[in-house]
């Protein structure tokens, strides 16, 4: 019931297209939804996050859509360009325990120019 | 800008050796994490540690692992007698606030653990 799926495992998109990474859930505590971009060699950083009290959040060109009732979240990457070429994952923490982030298993994403 | 930091990169270690992972949190930050990723899978958090003590572990996390701050800015992860399947990549993250602030956790580049 922790588990975060995502999909899909890789995508391969051209220069100016929209990347659409999706991830589902079952735990309904989970309040806080983060999406993380980790490029080769670093570790994860934090693009966007969203709570569940609102359907979509905007920040630039990425933008998270939450569909609370299904259960489903979504990054929309607009006018993808070469350099968001990275892994990207979900994640998802429930109210009811501490800090402790669910991950989704990753979505390699390459913007072919 | 700040940022976690990690050493060492990357760690050969012979299986039943014990292995001790350094990370420098930020600075002003109270509460620090470790979490670990085998090759191709996702991210699993291992544990929370605040105000010097484990605030929460997962499964992962047992008699094999232990964390510690031994001064004003170190925090390591130490596992002993390692096996085969402890190789994957260990992150530290920390975070100055926790479920009444922003949840944002800043992560290290992580240390990747090779057991042979």
């Known amino acids: 019931q922790q588990q975060v799926k995502q999909s899909p495992q890789s995508l391969i998109v051209q220069k100016g297209g929209i990347s659409i990474i999706n991830c589902a859930y079952e735990?309904?505590?989970?309040?806080?939804f983060p999406w993380y971009q980790q490029f080769p060699g670093k570790g994860p950083a934090l693009l966007i996050a969203?709570?569940?009290?609102?359907s979509e959040k905007k920040e630039g060109r990425f933008t998270i859509s939450f569909n609370k009732s299904a259960k489903q979240f979504s990054l929309h990457i607009m006018d993808s360009q070469p350099g968001d070429s990275a892994t990207y994952f979900c994640a998802a923490i429930p109210s009811n325990t501490g800090n402790q982030f669910y991950f989704g298993t990753g979505t390699s994403l390459t913007v072919i120019p | 800008e700040p940022e976690v930091t990690q050493t060492p990169s990357h760690q050969v270690t012979q299986m039943g050796q014990e292995v001790i992972l350094r990370c420098v949190p930020i600075?002003?930050?109270?509460?620090f994490y470790w979490y670990r990723q085998i090759l191709g899978q996702k991210v699993e958090f291992l544990v929370s540690?605040?105000?010097?003590?484990?605030?929460?572990k997962s499964e992962i996390f047992d008699d094999q692992f232990s964390v510690e701050r031994p001064d004003g800015s170190n925090f390591t992860l130490k596992i002993r007698s390692t096996k085969l399947e402890d190789s994957a990549m260990y992150f530290c993250?920390?975070?100055?606030?926790?479920?009444?602030?922003?949840?944002?956790?800043?992560f290290g580049p992580g240390t990747r653990l090779t057991v042979t």
């Open positions: 600075s002003n930050h109270l509460y």
């Open positions: 735990n309904t505590a989970f309040d806080y």
């Open positions: 540690f605040y105000n010097n003590e484990i605030s929460e």
């Open positions: 993250a920390s975070s100055d606030t926790t479920r009444a602030g922003s949840y944002e956790q800043y």
């Open positions: 969203i709570r569940p009290d609102v």
